[in-house]
């Protein structure tokens, strides 16, 4: 049981740092995708197997198809070797992810009682008990991601159409 | 046995390595990749403390991650047309570029 | 009008010419023409109070009232009236003389547009003259004599617009002034070593018996004088000013300018009287030391001579009779040196009627004859103007002394006591006779006789004119005789002894006189004269004829030195003025400078630099400096977010710990 914790979470955590340091973008989104698969594992150990399979369908399938996307259409798969990757003042930024992980985050978790082990060892949802859950008590959220996700699809249509108004004249 | 502290420390360095992303990179789609990290550490937040909570069978864990998911992934999807409807005006997806709100 | 105290009446003489002076002054000028109607009603209503008092008078020789007019402390200045013989007789005389002036220069002045102007300056006259008479307070007549002496100015300047009567008008005033200065001092002194300005005062007064002897007791420690004597001469200072004694006597034949009646009122009868009279009125303080006395007496005869002399060369009938004047004034201050107040003050009253006829007279011929005034250029008036040549010779018959005219009884009483007091005088006085009657005849001679010599011909006056002309000769004739047969003399002066008689001084008197016109007749009465053959006595006296025709040269001499030294004064007072004015406009410019250098700079560096710009550099600076953290850097703000995140997690964290 460690041992697929571990690997896994080193697969996540090497798959998350080379997606944000890699230069080229395709292999950036490649890591990307392996950190998906991992956190998917993750959940299988975590007994959660359908939101694994979601993960899996949504993440890997769909959004990562779709960063791909963006990027074949923006040209620019490879920035130019001479320039630098890293945003001007990235040392604050460094340090504000630092301060956030060893200042806030760590020292609340090890500070912390946490349970050591799960409550019930055995018990793994079912799809069914999903459905009917999704029915029951999350029917109104059901429906609004239904409405967010449909108002996120015409939105996106209708940003990145190809149509552009006669005053956005492109900078050059 | 994984404690649950493990889960909650892997999840908070996912974070931050996404967060590092998100505050360092100059390409726009690393940043929204970045943002995509911390969406997934926050959900693997969500299902240990499920997982360990006293009463699993309530499904409010799962539920909640299955939502955000969606959520993620629809803001993935207009935050890159985005990028792309931006690409086009400025001809690069230099974040360093889009700075038409400074003094 | 019994119950009404005679003070109070005499003190309103003066008041009716005032007023009508200050009615006539605000008049509408469509109402002018009842200025003249005015002035004499105003002065008729004061000649019937004057005879009214006079009356009075008669009675009961001496009342006076006084008043307190100011008072500071123990320092007060009185005012009053004085009801004695000087000053009824000088009233009835005044106001009766300027009356029928008045009535003469109504239609003398009728066709001047400026009449109603004329009489409300005649009318202030009036009102100044008889006021000095009847003041009893030495200030009060000062103040009347400065009055007197501003009318004047005015009339000899009616007609301003011709540059000689305006000079004419200044050098009256300027001159009279300088005998005004001796005349205040002596007041001043007097205020203070006598501690009273009155009069008369229930023996208090400046001429009472008291004040006088300690006057005459205290003694300067110049001269040689006493307090009274110089006080005497210092007063005798401003009567040598107003009455034309030399050496101030240069304004009285110039202030022939003005009109004719002015010089027949102001210039013959009154005004120049004041003089005389002030020196009658302060005689106690005269005759408390004789020095006084002797300088008036010796001026006056001095005066009488030069005047006669220069009287001989004159050509103008106006200026003949000016010197006249100064010759006539100059023997009422030597009667009055010699003689006492009687015998100075009768001549006065009976000169006025005989001045005033001719001068009323020769205004007459000088109308009828349409403003010649040469005496050269006139002639045959006797056959054109037949009434008015006869009132001009009563009054030369009354002026030369001739037996029983007016002049022949005053000019007895001056010489008599000359003859008696002091001889050198009686001479100078009997010369001045001679001349009197010669340049007498000689005006007549040129002026009456023969064919007119100038173009036109003269016609007969008016009778408003002929009139007055009449009545002041039957006066002319008459009064001398009448008013010393009536007592005059003692009524005059209470303390009157008549000097002894002496049919020398008579003989002496009446041969100068009589000798005076048969040698005028002889140099001037043979031949017809004309107008181009020079006058006779100018090949024998040769330049003393012209000397005197120059009137003596005085003119001349006061130009070189007094007048010189008063321009360079001025010119020196200018130069300093000047100078100060140049050194206060340095320093006035040097403070501007550096004031407004101060003010510019202050405001500008100060305010405008440092304070205003420098707060607008800090605002600016900091607005610079909080939008620095608008790089419009997306990535910037996200990491702002982190850390605001982190802190905030620190606050949180914190403060769970504590709590």
């Known amino acids: 049981m460690n041992i697929a914790f571990y690997l896994l979470s080193a697969l996540a955590v090497t798959g998350a740092l080379l997606a944000i340091r890699l230069r080229n973008l395709v292999h950036a989104t490649l890591c990307l995708m392996f950190f998906f698969i991992s956190l998917a594992g993750m959940y299988v150990l975590l007994m959660a197997e359908f939101i694994a399979a979601v993960q899996i369908l949504v993440y890997v399938g769909a959004v990562g198809i779709l960063i791909l996307f963006a990027i074949m259409l923006t040209h620019h798969i490879t920035g130019a070797t001479r320039e630098r990757i890293s945003s001007r003042g990235w040392l604050w930024g460094l340090g504000a992810a630092l301060a956030v992980l060893f200042t806030v985050l760590l020292p609340v978790l090890l500070l912390s009682v946490l349970p050591a082990a799960p409550a019930t060892p055995d018990f793994s949802p079912s799809v069914r008990n999903i459905g009917l859950s999704l029915m029951d008590p999350y029917t109104i959220t059901l429906q609004v991601m239904g409405l967010l996700l449909t108002a996120a699809l015409i939105g996106a249509v209708a940003v990145a159409s190809t149509s552009v108004r006669p005053q956005d004249k492109p900078r050059t | 046995m994984v404690t649950l502290q493990q889960y909650l420390i892997l999840s908070a360095v996912l974070f931050s390595i996404g967060l590092l992303g998100a505050l360092t990179r100059r390409h726009a789609i690393i940043v929204l990749v970045s943002i995509e990290i911390m969406l997934n550490a926050a959900n693997l937040n969500f299902i240990a403390f499920w997982r360990f909570a006293p009463h699993p069978e309530n499904l409010h864990g799962v539920l909640f991650t299955l939502f955000s998911i969606a959520v993620a992934a629809a803001e993935a999807a207009v935050g890159l047309a985005l990028v792309i409807a931006v690409y086009r005006f400025n001809k690069s997806p230099d974040l360093e570029k889009m700075n038409s709100l400074h003094e | ?236 200072g401003g009567a040598v000013g107003k009455s034309g004694q030399f050496p101030l006597h240069v304004w009285l034949p110039d202030a022939m300018e003005g009109p004719t009646p002015v010089s027949a009122l102001i210039h013959a009868a009154t005004m120049v009287a004041a003089g005389v009279f002030l020196v009658a009125r302060t005689y106690p303080l005269f005759v408390a030391d004789s020095t006084a006395l002797t300088v008036v007496a010796w001026i006056g005869g001095f005066t009488a001579l030069l005047a006669g002399l220069i009287a001989i060369a004159q050509n103008d009938l106006k200026r003949i009779l000016a010197y006249s004047t100064v010759s006539q004034l100059g023997m009422m201050m030597m009667g009055l040196g010699v003689g006492g107040i009687s015998a100075g003050m009768f001549h006065l009253l009976s000169h006025a009627f005989f001045k005033a006829l001719l001068f009323l007279g020769a205004g007459s011929i000088i109308h009828g004859c349409h403003g010649e005034q040469d005496i050269r250029k006139l002639g045959g008036v006797a056959r054109a103007m037949p009434l008015t040549t006869v009132c001009y010779l009563c009054g030369t018959f009354a002026l030369c002394a001739l037996p029983l005219g007016s002049g022949y009884f005053s000019k007895d009483e001056i010489l008599l006591a000359a003859w008696q007091h002091n001889p050198g005088v009686f001479w100078l006085g009997a010369i001045a006779a001679f001349c009197t009657s010669f340049y007498m005849t000689r005006q007549l001679c040129y002026v009456f006789p023969g064919a007119h010599r100038s173009p036109g011909h003269p016609h007969e006056s008016s009778s408003r004119i002929i009139a007055p002309l009449v009545i002041l000769s039957l006066f002319a004739l008459a009064f001398g005789g009448i008013a010393k047969r009536l007592g005059i003399l003692e009524y005059l002066d209470p303390g009157f002894k008549a000097p002894e008689e002496s049919s020398l001084v008579m003989m002496i008197g009446l041969g100068l006189a009589l000798g005076g016109v048969l040698t005028g007749y002889l140099i001037y009465g043979l031949k017809p004269l004309t107008v181009d053959v020079p006058d006779a006595l100018t090949r024998p006296l040769g330049p003393l004829y012209r000397f005197l025709q120059n009137r003596a040269c005085i003119d001349e001499l006061y130009d070189c030195t007094v007048v010189r030294l008063w321009v360079e004064l001025a010119a020196l007072t200018a130069g300093v003025e000047f100078a100060l004015q140049a050194a206060t406009g340095f320093v006035v410019a040097g403070t501007r400078e550096i004031s407004r250098n101060l003010a510019f700079n202050t405001d500008r560096i100060l305010i405008d630099q440092w304070s205003f710009d420098g707060l607008c550099k800090v605002v600016r600076g900091g607005g610079f400096l909080s939008t620095r953290g608008q790089t419009g850097q997306l990535q910037d703000y996200l990491r702002c977010i982190a850390l605001g995140a982190v802190l905030l997690g620190w606050l949180t964290w914190w403060t769970l710990a504590r709590g």
């Open chain 3, 1 to 236: 009008m019994s119950h009404i105290s005679p003070i109070l009446l005499t003190a309103l003489i003066p008041l009716f010419p005032l007023a009508m002076a200050l009615t006539i002054a605000l008049l509408k000028p469509a109402w002018s023409r009842a200025a003249a109607g005015l002035a004499l009603l105003g002065l008729g209503v004061s000649l019937v109070l004057s005879l009214y008092v006079l009356n009075i008078s008669l009675h009961e020789p001496l009342q006076y009232g006084a008043f307190t007019w100011l008072q500071t402390g123990p320092l007060h200045i009185d005012f009053g009236v004085l009801l004695d013989p000087l000053s009824a007789s000088m009233l009835a005389m005044v106001t009766f003389i300027g009356f029928l002036i008045f009535f003469y220069s109504s239609s003398y002045m009728a066709e001047d547009p400026d009449c109603s102007r004329f009489f409300c300056y005649l009318s202030l006259f009036a009102a100044g003259m008889l006021g000095l008479i009847i003041s009893n307070s030495l200030l009060l007549l000062f103040m009347c004599w400065e009055i007197v002496g501003l009318a004047s100015y005015l009339l000899i300047g009616f007609w301003y617009q011709k540059p000689a009567a305006a000079a004419a008008a200044k050098k009256a005033f300027i001159t009279t002034r300088i005998g005004d200065l001796f005349l205040f001092s002596g007041l001043l002194w007097a205020f203070k070593d006598g501690g009273t300005l009155l009069f008369y005062n229930h023996g208090a007064g400046l001429l009472e018996a008291d004040p006088v002897a300690r006057l005459a007791g205290l003694p300067l420690p110049v001269f040689g004088l006493s307090t009274a004597a110089a006080i005497s001469l210092l007063i005798f």
